[in-house]
């Protein structure tokens, strides 16, 4: 029923929000770009972008259509490479950080399976520090992690800040020691967080110690103490504290993307794109 021409034109406005920019994405003229788009507003039977002199904006039919143009491409592409016999083959070992698995990065998973239904998707969840020695051990084809910022390995997806994080409630009495929740060593976020407040002469006990990012969320959510997070990894929930308490500050951090060098090229370029693609805003937020 829709065309995926006009469904490509019509993502391509909804991600670049302008129909001038998506016609150079595409490679094709402005009036084509709108045509394809008023086209598929046609067979929908609703308006999909609302347009006025300033902005262009997806309707809610049009951010449902948007879900569902993904979906129909998708399949599309998987379609015609399975038929192709271009289709992707073998294995792919991925490890990614906890804390990055509860941004959007379960759907973009997803997709690339249903891109490559033939690769065998590994998927190792954990600390940074312990998927990078797995890696350097050969034992993980492609990693996604936390990394020092400027650290000058892998592909950096995105830069961000480590803040303190608490309840909007959240109150430490002057002179106290700061009730840290943090994961176990060895630790990037941990060590950093320590390692600020030795620096300015804070004292600090921990409060909780956890695996997991749902760990430490579920002692902030109970007020157990506070913790460093990347910036756009917290909650809406939660609140950034740093300034409020006049706590040290932590450092940097890069999202980064660490390949295996005997690692099949071809299936880890294609993963790689997949995330290097996609916003990884954290699940729950609107980006």
């Not at 002199?53 to 979906?71: C, H, K, Y």
């Not at 969840?125 to 000058?152: E, T």
């Not at 999202?255 to 995330?275: K, S």
């Amino acid at each position: 029923m829709f065309d995926p021409t006009q469904l490509k034109s019509f993502l391509a406005v909804a991600e670049t929000h302008s129909f001038t920019r998506a016609a150079e994405r595409l490679s094709l003229s402005q009036p084509t770009v709108s045509q394809h788009v008023r086209k598929l507003e046609a067979a929908a039977g609703r308006q999909l972008v609302a347009r006025d002199t300033r902005e262009v904006a997806l309707t809610d039919n049009g951010d449902a259509m948007a879900g569902f143009a993904r979906t129909i491409l998708a399949a599309n592409d998987a379609a015609t490479r399975y038929f192709s016999g271009a289709a992707m083959r073998g294995r792919l070992r991925f490890g990614t950080a906890d804390d990055l698995a509860v941004t959007g990065l379960p759907r973009i998973l997803r997709e690339f399976r249903q891109l490559y239904p033939h690769v065998n998707l590994e998927l190792t969840v954990g600390q940074s520090d312990q998927l990078h020695r797995r890696l350097k051990a050969g034992q993980l084809d492609l990693v996604f992690i936390k990394w020092v910022s400027g650290a000058q390995e892998g592909v950096v997806v995105k830069h961000d800040t480590f803040d303190w994080v608490g309840l909007e409630q959240t109150m430490l009495e002057p002179g106290a020691p700061v009730p840290v929740i943090a994961y176990p060593a060895p630790s990037l976020s941990r060590k950093l967080t320590l390692d600020a407040l030795e620096h300015a002469g804070r004292t600090w006990r921990v409060t909780c110690t956890t695996k997991q990012i749902s760990g430490v969320l579920a002692a902030l959510r109970a007020g157990i103490g506070i913790a460093v997070m990347p910036t756009s990894l917290v909650p809406e929930d939660l609140k950034v504290i740093t300034r409020r308490f006049d706590l040290p500050p932590v450092g940097d951090v890069d999202f980064t993307l660490i390949r295996n060098p005997l690692a099949n090229t071809e299936l880890v370029d294609a993963l790689t794109q997949a995330i290097m693609g996609r916003k990884l805003t954290p699940v729950g937020r609107r980006s």
